[in-house]
């Protein structure tokens, strides 16, 4: 079969004449071509139920000339409603593809999703816009019908097309990324599945203000050869700096193709860039926290405690539902069950609390053995209170122990958590004692490994440090000079002036013409003592304040986790009254969280359940991103040497003397 020549566009936004009159010129140039693939929004701005115009109108009935057909995506904007009702009755050369799938053009086999990621449309939770009759934003259930067609299709995808671009798209590569594009926050991870899923020979995406023609990437061989993805980013027609909007392509199908010239490795191919990203993840969350490998250039390395022979029948791992969000307050912990039991006893078993919407039960990242323990999850969170009164109940002979999702997560320490039997954890604290210096620890002041050079200002129970690896140069960490593994277990005194500090910075940022954004992860380790408390604040413009909330809602969204908001403390509230809050709202103080601070005050909190790995580097991606510089989430794009740190501080130092809570005090 010859090559099938065929166009790409990017966003039309409601200018077909605009669109058809390029293309008829190229076409009488280079063509004829077969057809024309239009991704991003394809209608103009405006409601989806608008009346469509004239011209719109002209193209379904015939009269606007179309000089190749043309198929796509991106069927949002004004009056999208109703040229999608009426284009399947029309005889005109130009088609919906719809919400998802996988279709055949001139012998291509073409995978397209419609629409953008939406959190709250996706997820059923928080506040979703209001319903649209067009694929404005795709649901659970278009991303799953492609990923069953796609794995049900025979032979390949010659062509993905989607109104997003893949998020991770640039991971790994070398060199300068294109100019105004945001690695950390373009995109969808969901495109990204399904990149990896599909493994297309081209991938023609739409949705980002600029065009970019990534170098093509080699997939995994699964067993049927090496496969390779171009991705082609188009910008919208009406860019103004006139970015690529239009792609030629001449493409034979895959089905016509010798095998050896399908898995063909092209001259500077990557690895697929999601691969990488899954395998960092994995290797993130196998290793401790960044800040031990990058202060003391040692890993945790010790020893993970066996885990325990049990007699009998091991329990099977029950896998439970994906597309329920996982949320702590409304999900026990549940230890001792019957070996018999399954998921369909548990769930009947705590139906007397509550209706249970959710039962996993997981294995081991490490040596795959399933966990002691199981999580049940109830449709609200009364039903998980409830579900602790079965404490010490009987279910099939034996005594069931039920405990809170989040209880003495920080007493098990990362690594040896899973291998935990039923008797482990509970809260017992971090290894170390709290409040004595540890050795090794960066975060200790009377450590040999501190870094003291760094530090800004010293307080009574608190300093202020430049972060090591630098944001921008207003970044700091404010830290307890005593080791202690998070701020809501500080004493009462250590954290009104944490909170002193926080108040000072703020008027330090504002005085900048920022915004004070802050985050504080506390993931226990077995050595060092444990976690010692650190609290990451870095000044950001108003504008990337107003969507701070967003920016980590969807990191985390992306990472499988659901942020709790906390309103800012009303005016007058003590700090002891805040601590008590804040307590409660990670889950108590013996629980692993993520909170994150906002400009207005107000906080976004997710405690960590039991077997639950927190993204290291998420954080300081979302802050990275908000100051506008997404390259600086890797630490090594940070490295200054000794002179330009000391002359940092020094910067520092004279910048926030006017605000230093410390100040007059030498
Ligand atoms: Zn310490």
């Given at each position: 079969?010859?090559?099938?020549?065929?166009?790409?566009?990017?966003?039309?936004?409601?200018?077909?004449?605009?669109?058809?009159?390029?293309?008829?010129?190229?076409?009488?140039?280079?063509?004829?071509?077969?057809?024309?693939?239009?991704?991003?929004?394809?209608?103009?701005?405006?409601?989806?139920?608008?009346?469509?115009?004239?011209?719109?109108?002209?193209?379904?009935?015939?009269?606007?000339?179309?000089?190749?057909?043309?198929?796509?995506?991106?069927?949002?904007?004004?009056?999208?409603?109703?040229?999608?009702?009426?284009?399947?009755?029309?005889?005109?050369?130009?088609?919906?593809?719809?919400?998802?799938?996988?279709?055949?053009?001139?012998?291509?086999?073409?995978?397209?999703?419609?629409?953008?990621?939406?959190?709250?449309?996706?997820?059923?939770?928080?506040?979703?816009?209001?319903?649209?009759?067009?694929?404005?934003?795709?649901?659970?259930?278009?991303?799953?019908?492609?990923?069953?067609?796609?794995?049900?299709?025979?032979?390949?995808?010659?062509?993905?097309?989607?109104?997003?671009?893949?998020?991770?798209?640039?991971?790994?590569?070398?060199?300068?990324?294109?100019?105004?594009?945001?690695?950390?926050?373009?995109?969808?991870?969901?495109?990204?599945?399904?990149?990896?899923?599909?493994?297309?020979?081209?991938?023609?995406?739409?949705?980002?203000?600029?065009?970019?023609?990534?170098?093509?990437?080699?997939?995994?061989?699964?067993?049927?050869?090496?496969?390779?993805?171009?991705?082609?980013?188009?910008?919208?027609?009406?860019?103004?700096?006139?970015?690529?909007?239009?792609?030629?392509?001449?493409?034979?199908?895959?089905?016509?193709?010798?095998?050896?010239?399908?898995?063909?490795?092209?001259?500077?191919?990557?690895?697929?860039?999601?691969?990488?990203?899954?395998?960092?993840?994995?290797?993130?969350?196998?290793?401790?926290p960044s800040d031990f490998?990058r202060w003391s250039?040692?890993?945790?390395?010790?020893?993970?405690?066996?885990?325990?022979?049990?007699?009998?029948?091991?329990?099977?791992?029950?896998?439970?539902?994906?597309?329920?969000?996982?949320?702590?307050?409304?999900?026990?912990?549940?230890?001792?069950?019957?070996?018999?039991?399954?998921?369909?006893?548990?769930?009947?078993?705590?139906?007397?609390?509550?209706?249970?919407?959710?039962?996993?039960?997981?294995?081991?990242?490490?040596?795959?053995?399933?966990?002691?323990?199981?999580?049940?999850?109830?449709?609200?969170?009364?039903?998980?209170?409830?579900?602790?009164?079965?404490?010490?109940?009987?279910?099939?002979?034996?005594?069931?122990?039920?405990?809170?999702?989040?209880?003495?997560?920080?007493?098990?320490?990362?690594?040896?958590?899973?291998?935990?039997?039923?008797?482990?954890?509970?809260?017992?604290?971090?290894?170390g004692?709290a409040g004595k210096p540890v050795?090794g620890c960066w975060f200790c002041l009377g450590s040999v490994a501190a870094d003291t050079e760094l530090v800004a200002s010293v307080g009574e129970e608190v300093y202020l440090a430049l972060d090591k690896g630098q944001i921008t140069p207003e970044h700091v960490l404010l830290v307890p000079i005593d080791h202690h593994p998070c701020s809501v277990a500080l004493s009462a005194g250590c954290f009104a002036e944490v909170e002193r500090y926080v108040s000072a910075l703020r008027s330090l940022y504002a005085s900048l013409g920022r915004e004070l954004v802050a985050f504080e992860r506390h993931l226990?380790?077995?050595?060092k003592g444990g976690n010692h408390c650190h609290i990451n604040l870095l000044g950001v413009t108003?504008?990337a304040g107003?969507?701070a909330?967003?920016?980590f809602?969807?990191?985390?969204?992306?990472?499988?986790?659901?942020?709790?908001?906390?309103?800012a403390p009303?005016?007058?509230t003590g700090p002891d009254?805040l601590l008590?809050?804040l307590?409660?709202?990670v889950?108590?103080?013996?629980?692993?969280y993520f909170m994150a601070l906002l400009p207005d005050g107000s906080r976004l909190?997710?405690?960590?359940?039991?077997?639950?790995?927190?993204?290291?580097a998420l954080g300081r991606e979302v802050l990275a991103?908000l100051a506008?510089a997404?390259?600086r989430a890797?630490w090594?794009?940070c490295a200054l040497t000794p002179e330009e740190e000391a002359a940092r501080v020094e910067r520092f130092k004279q910048l926030f003397k006017p605000y230093d809570i410390m100040a007059g005090e030498e």
């Open positions: 079969m010859a090559a099938a020549k065929v166009l790409f566009s990017g966003a039309v936004e409601g200018d077909l004449p605009g669109l058809f009159k390029k293309v008829e010129a190229v076409n009488k140039k280079n063509g004829p071509f077969e057809a024309l693939f239009c991704v991003g929004q394809f209608f103009g701005p405006g409601a989806d139920t608008d009346e469509p115009n004239d011209a719109l109108v002209a193209y379904v009935t015939g009269q606007g000339s179309i000089p190749v057909p043309t198929y796509f995506i991106g069927g949002f904007g004004a009056g999208s409603h109703a040229i999608l009702e009426a284009l399947p009755a029309a005889k005109a050369a130009l088609k919906y593809l719809g919400r998802s799938g996988v279709t055949v053009v001139n012998g291509l086999n073409v995978a397209f999703l419609d629409g953008t990621y939406n959190h709250a449309l996706f997820t059923g939770r928080g506040e979703a816009p209001p319903p649209s009759p067009v694929c404005r934003h795709y649901t659970q259930d278009d991303v799953g019908l492609l990923k069953s067609q796609l794995k049900a299709l025979e032979g390949e995808v010659d062509i993905l097309l989607t109104c997003e671009w893949p998020r991770g798209l640039t991971t790994g590569l070398q060199g300068e990324l294109p100019a105004g594009y945001r690695a950390a926050s373009a995109g969808s991870n969901i495109v990204s599945e399904l990149v990896a899923l599909a493994r297309p020979r081209y991938h023609i995406a739409g949705g980002e203000q600029l065009a970019y023609a990534r170098p093509p990437f080699a997939h995994r061989d699964l067993g049927a050869g090496q496969r390779v993805t171009r991705f082609v980013g188009l910008a919208t027609m009406a860019h103004p700096g006139k970015a690529k909007s239009l792609h030629a392509l001449g493409l034979t199908p895959a089905a016509a193709m010798e095998p050896e010239a399908l898995g063909a490795v092209p001259e500077g191919c990557t690895p697929s860039p999601f691969e990488l990203r899954q395998a960092k993840r994995e290797a993130d969350e196998l290793t401790a490998n250039g040692v890993g945790p390395g010790g020893q993970a405690k066996r885990p325990r022979r049990e007699a009998g029948a091991a329990p099977a791992a029950i896998e439970g539902k994906a597309d329920v969000p996982r949320d702590p307050w409304a999900t026990v912990v549940v230890k001792n069950l019957p070996w018999a039991a399954g998921e369909p006893e548990i769930v009947a078993f705590f139906a007397q609390a509550g209706k249970v919407v959710n039962v996993w039960r997981g294995t081991n990242a490490r040596d795959g053995r399933v966990q002691h323990f199981t999580h049940v999850q109830f449709e609200g969170r009364e039903g998980a209170e409830a579900a602790l009164r079965l404490h010490d109940t009987d279910m099939g002979g034996r005594r069931v122990f039920v405990e809170p999702s989040t209880a003495g997560t920080a007493g098990m320490g990362r690594h040896a958590r899973d291998a935990d039997g039923a008797g482990g954890g509970g809260g017992g604290g971090e290894a004692v050795d226990s380790l077995r050595n108003p504008a107003r969507r909330e967003e920016a809602r969807s990191a985390a969204a992306a990472a499988g986790y659901q942020l709790e908001h906390i309103p009303p005016r007058g009254e008590k809050q307590k409660t709202a889950g108590g103080p013996d629980s692993e909190v997710r405690p960590l359940m039991r077997g639950e790995r927190w993204p290291m991103d506008g997404p390259e890797a090594k794009a």
